[in-house]
């Protein structure tokens, strides 16, 4: 992939970078010449990105034309937005604080010139950031507040704004950057489109094991789908893809969520899509959706410091607990007797000011329904841990899980086959994993999971390849559908 620097003067450019041409904005994006060029990276260093200024043009057409452009719009609007662009940068709160700590002054200014700064002791947080926003000169403002140091503001930094004593490194800097070719082009082979998969190495019960990644990956290739995995250091890479498939556990306050908003802005295909996401995290949202729509529950209070009274009477004891944002069994708690339910309440509205009480319904074990683009595609039976109430324990020893058994679809009551996918729609048409409880002829949702887990000898006992098949195949169709849609198609 070649690279090119885009300026708003050529005359007035005074960083000679060896073998990296610079060209003017204007000629970039009039001149049919660079239109018709491909695997091409813009770095575009003009004095300004707003809105339908000359820059913020340079980035946009880049994106047109199948080109990679630092920044990209997504990065232009991030910057703009000092919300946006915190939630963006929490990530990097320990290394800022380590970094600053020496620092006695209320503000500090960071440069950062192709990822770097001139002194060392901010190397990792200059790195960090550059990978966050991904422009070739940066400025980041930091201020001291409340003993900590924040965000401030970030944005770019204006070639006739770098000072004369940091010309010299900032031409190393991007000699460096441009010799370790440090965004090199990825090898497509034969394959149409690429997939991201978003995965955690390092995470413990991740929602896909290792061979059902691979399983994953060789589906894809079949339907020449290139793959890679990516962690959550690769967060501004988004854009070198067509698709994101998340295979991380999700939440709202998390990196997860902040991949998913910004793959979707950058025009992928996402599943989990942010909205999927931030519905089936909160409990609290799922339970008011459900009743709204008249889908069966176990007997529900959604419970404040205000009518916590109420559960003995509307609901009884023993009855479950649940902190709205609880997954993977952690935050559902079991209170046996009043004094249990006094005191797990007291400590779940300490952490949130709603929490939810639902009747306990014992079985033997939970119909777990897998549902993709608002169609039934897998089905199981979670079952309980021996002598525990869940399907899963934990303890000092590690956790536990009941047996999980693989069951056609046709073999599913037509009950519970249809109220995982009505439930399931009312999300969106990702893929979910609904949790359902059948008592004789009754049959009531629990949760719907954006998320669910797909393990290698678990949910595929059953379908093997097929159900990776199925995931993949409706990737590929959004894709096509999308660049289909596009006008001109794809460059």
């Known amino acids: 992939m070649s690279n090119l620097i885009v300026v708003d003067n050529p005359k007035t450019w005074s960083l000679h970078i060896a073998g990296v041409p610079v060209v003017a904005a204007r000629t970039y994006l009039t001149d049919p010449h660079y239109s018709e060029l491909r695997n091409l990276k813009v770095f575009n260093l003009c004095r300004s990105y707003r809105y339908q200024s000359t820059g913020y043009y340079v980035s946009l057409l880049a994106m047109a034309r199948g080109h990679r452009p630092l920044p990209s719009i997504t990065t232009i609007q991030d910057m703009k937005s000092m919300a946006i662009a915190r939630v963006v940068a929490e990530d990097l709160d320990d290394q800022v604080q380590y970094a600053l700590r020496p620092i006695k002054s209320p503000t500090f200014t960071l440069s950062i010139y192709f990822g770097e700064n001139l002194a060392k002791r901010y190397d990792d947080v200059s790195t960090r950031l550059f990978r966050l926003f991904q422009t070739p000169l940066l400025r980041a403002e930091f201020v001291h507040e409340e003993d900590e140091w924040r965000l401030g503001g970030i944005g770019p930094i204006a070639a006739s704004e770098i000072p004369e004593a940091h010309q010299a490194f900032v031409v190393e800097a991007a000699t460096r950057f441009f010799a370790q070719n440090r965004f090199p082009a990825r090898v497509r082979d034969q394959s149409q489109y690429d997939l991201a998969i978003l995965h955690n190495p ?3 019960t991740p929602p896909s094991d290792a061979r059902a990644l691979q399983r994953f990956a060789q589906a894809a290739r079949r339907y020449r789908l290139g793959v890679e995995f990516i962690t959550r250091e690769d967060f501004a890479r988004l854009a070198e893809f067509d698709a994101l498939f998340i295979r991380e556990t999700t939440a709202v306050n998390h990196h997860t969520y902040r991949f998913a908003r910004r793959a979707l802005a950058e025009g992928l295909v996402v599943i989990d899509d942010p909205d999927s996401i931030a519905k089936c995290s909160n409990k609290v949202y799922l339970t008011e959706l459900l009743a709204r729509h008249n889908i069966p529950l176990p007997r529900t209070l959604i419970v404040h410091r205000e009518n916590r009274n109420r559960v003995i009477h509307d609901i009884g004891v023993p009855c479950i607990l649940k902190q709205p944002d609880s997954s993977f069994s952690q935050g559902v708690l079991k209170a046996e007797n009043v004094h249990e339910l006094e005191e797990q309440i007291e400590r779940l509205l300490d952490k949130s000011d709603l929490v939810i009480a639902q009747e306990f319904v014992p ?24 002598k525990h109430w869940q399907i899963a324990q934990s303890d000092l020893n590690g956790t536990r899980y009941g047996e999980t058994e693989a069951v056609p679809l046709e073999q599913v009551p037509h009950d519970v086959l249809n109220m995982a996918v009505r439930a399931a729609r009312l999300i969106g048409d990702g893929l979910y994993g609904v949790d359902l409880k059948q008592i004789g002829s009754k049959v009531y949702v629990i949760e719907v999971n954006d998320n669910p887990n797909i393990d290698a000898g678990c949910e595929d006992r059953f379908l093997k390849s097929g159900l990776y098949e199925q995931i993949i195949r409706v990737f590929v169709a959004r894709i096509q559908q999308k660049w289909n849609g596009a006008a001109g198609g794809r460059a």
């Open 363 to 386: 079985t033997d074990y939970d119909w777990r329904i897998g549902v993709l683009n608002r169609q039934a595609l897998f089905a199981c039976r979670y079952y309980m841990v021996k």
């Open 202 to 204: 390092e995470e413990p």
